[in-house]
């Protein structure tokens, strides 16, 4: 889902625990300029990549941006979600 939830979009993922990874670059860049100003270059880009794996605490490998900091610290204080699970008799 897109910030605000202004968009969605079907992963199509098969419904099981998955570890995802979450790499971004240039978030700090990004965040000083304005959103959707067509003559400004995109200096941020963001990866996503999904593994089937049990639930697990989340693991910060490398941080170097301001915003990054910001969203683990209070990311950390929300726990692991509760969610049931077809695929083990949730």
């Given at each position: 889902?897109?910030?605000?939830?202004?968009?969605?979009?079907?992963?199509?993922?098969?419904?099981?625990?998955?570890?995802?990874?979450?790499?971004?670059?240039?978030?700090?860049?990004?965040?000083?300029?304005?959103?959707?100003?067509?003559?400004?270059?995109?200096?941020?880009?963001?990866?996503?990549?999904?593994r089937p794996?049990?639930?697990?605490?989340?693991?910060?490998?490398?941080?170097?941006?301001?915003?990054?900091?910001?969203?683990?610290r209070y990311?950390?204080?929300?726990?692991?979600?509760?969610?049931?699970?077809p695929g083990?008799?949730?």
């Amino acid at each position: 889902m897109q910030w605000a939830g202004e968009a969605a979009w079907d992963l199509d993922l098969l419904r099981t625990d998955y570890r995802v990874r979450y790499c971004a670059r240039g978030m700090d860049k990004g965040r000083e300029l304005s959103i959707g100003v067509a003559k400004e270059p995109q200096v941020d880009s963001y990866l996503l990549q999904f593994r089937p794996a049990p639930p697990g605490p989340d693991r910060v490998i490398r941080e170097t941006s301001q915003n990054a900091a910001y969203r683990h610290r209070y990311a950390s204080t929300l726990g692991l979600p509760d969610t049931p699970n077809p695929g083990r008799g949730g």
